[in-house]
């Protein structure tokens, strides 16, 4: 019963819905630019809403807001190669993510910065059991 009334209360809230999904989609980068590994303060859509891209997670990255208005309507990956910035492991990461690979992602995201600190404990507890099998 509890879990059908949570069921309909994110349906009867779909703001609520969405401020959760971006959070989750903060975390799963430790809140850092997916492009450049500053602070993320947005979410930018890979494929811009423009060329018919969804707002869906496999769509949409936790990107700085200079990267999010610097590449604008732009071809996310296009774009990224031509930043100073430019990261081949990042590169990887970002194409990992579109493919819904968010765990190899965040493993391409953490080659590509040592420092990267695992803030989404789901995470975390799908590797351990991931390791466990
Ligand atoms: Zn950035």
Same mark, same amino acid.
């Given at each position: ?17 969405? =401020? $959760? ?5 903060? &975390? ?8 450049? +590994? ?14 018919g ?28 190669? =031509? $930043?100073?910035?430019y990261d081949?492991? &990042? ?8 493919? +819904? ?33």
């Amino acid at each position: 019963m509890h879990i059908n009334d949570a069921v309909f209360l994110e349906d009867l809230c779909p703001k609520f819905r969405f =401020r $959760q999904w971006r959070k989750s989609i903060h &975390r799963f980068t430790g809140k850092s630019c997916i492009y450049c +590994g500053k602070p993320s303060e947005s979410i930018d859509h890979v494929l811009p809403r423009s060329q018919g891209g969804l707002s869906t997670t496999e769509n949409c990255v936790p990107a700085c807001l200079s990267c999010n208005g610097d590449k604008s309507d732009e071809n996310a990956l296009y774009w990224y190669r =031509r $930043q100073k910035f430019y990261d081949p492991r &990042r590169a990887m990461a970002i194409r990992a993510w579109l493919e +819904g690979d968010l765990r190899l992602a965040i493993r391409l995201l953490q080659w590509a910065n040592p420092d990267f600190k695992i803030a989404n404990k789901n995470y975390e507890k799908d590797e351990s059991e991931y390791n466990a099998a």
